[in-house]
């Protein structure tokens, strides 16, 4: 087999990059890192703009689509994407409404039962005191009281460190993030406003580097990767509307305190596949708690088989009709992907898989056609 010198280079390139990568994987995952941490404000930029443009698609179609005003015909793009952030904001702020108040005044109802429950406490050891049984056992023990109130001083006052220590992280940790999500929004709102141009320059550059029968393959797989990608989205949207809906109806009828917000937070966190709702739970049972553990306990009882009735009845039909994906592929996807990538492989799992299942799929009916027809 004669290969060209051009082909001999190529070879020669990739072999020696397997090679440095086999021989230096931790600098080289290091370098990664420090290349994915500049970069973070950007790629958060970009699926926040592939987000943002479903509901600016939709939004275009009603805000003069067929317009010969000149200064409609420029000001419309801008017009749509206002009109995008606007709706976004109000729905976050409405949530937020929602959900804030009820968390506060759980917080102040939590502080108020301190006292009582110190009260309780102390009826609790003077009953233990009086209790000659476990008087004599605490006296046997010969515990060193002076000892164990030195060593808990001492725990507290070295913790204090740690706690402004700990404060100072997350203060700067905040700053970051939100100085990384001003960046991430103006980049967002620049591709949307410049996304024909941005198409186009992709465009150029594919036909000066590539040939017509590649661009023509990559182009393919892209588009249905965008179309399970949306519809993904919209569907997972969907989904946690209804579970939120749920949530708060059956707080409503069982007469769990907090139905509201506690719906309307479970649905935020319902973005999330699967476990989504269970971070929606978690924060609802230690609202429900502070006021009434017995209640709280029958939350969880609830929420475990709403949980159980949205992973194996709601999930499967709603997001895995939307994206044609199979129940079961549905539930393997965010398995596989919870277990490689976490909360990020959730997320990620079902619109991956169900790429490649249309891949395979369209591919398997192309290769019998003629022979069998696949259903």
Not at 96 to 118: C, G, H, T, Y
Not at 266 to 290: D, K
Not at 305 to 330: A, D, M
């Amino acid at each position: 087999m004669n290969l060209s010198r051009k082909k001999l280079i190529q070879y020669g390139i990739i072999i020696v990059l397997v090679l440095f990568i086999l021989i230096y994987p931790v600098e080289i995952y290091n370098i990664f890192l420090n290349i994915l941490g500049v970069a973070m404000p950007l790629i958060l930029g970009a699926v926040l703009a592939y987000v943002l443009n479903i509901l600016c698609v939709k939004l275009e179609k009603y805000f003069f689509p067929n317009t010969k005003i000149k200064i409609l015909q420029k000001s419309r793009r801008a017009l749509v994407i206002l009109t995008t952030l606007v709706i976004v904001t109000l729905v976050m702020v409405g949530v937020f409404r929602l959900v804030l108040p009820q968390f506060f005044n759980a917080l102040a109802d939590f502080f108020k039962n301190i006292p009582s429950f110190f009260e309780g406490l102390s009826a609790l050891l003077e009953k233990i005191n009086h209790n000659s049984v476990i008087s004599d056992q605490l006296e046997s023990m010969n515990i060193d009281w002076s000892s164990v109130q030195s060593k808990v001083m001492k725990y507290l006052t070295s913790g204090m460190g740690g706690v402004f220590g700990s404060t100072f992280k997350v203060l700067t940790g905040i700053t970051k993030g939100f100085v990384n999500f001003i960046l991430a929004l103006t980049f967002a709102i620049y591709i949307l406003a410049t996304k024909e141009k941005l198409s186009c320059q992709v465009k150029k550059l594919a036909h000066a580097y590539m040939k017509n029968e590649h661009i023509k393959k990559v182009k393919y797989v892209v588009d249905i990767a965008d179309d399970m990608f949306s519809h993904f989205i919209a569907g997972q949207v969907t989904e946690a509307i209804i579970l939120g809906s749920l949530c708060s109806i059956g707080m409503l009828i069982f007469r769990f305190p907090y139905a509201l917000s506690v719906g309307a937070f479970v649905s935020i966190t319902a973005l999330i596949p699967i476990l989504g709702a269970w971070l929606g739970g978690i924060v609802g049972f230690l609202l429900i708690a502070v006021r009434s553990p017995i209640e709280a306990v029958f939350f969880i009882i609830f929420l475990l088989v709403l949980q159980q009735f949205e992973s194996n009845v709601i999930y499967p039909r709603v997001v895995g009709t939307s994206i044609g994906l199979p129940g079961i592929w549905v539930l393997a996807s965010i398995t596989v992907g919870g277990g490689l990538g976490g909360i990020v492989g959730m997320l990620l799992g079902v619109p991956v898989a169900a790429t490649i299942y249309q891949l395979l799929k369209n591919d398997t009916n192309r290769r019998l056609n003629g022979i069998e027809k696949v259903k």
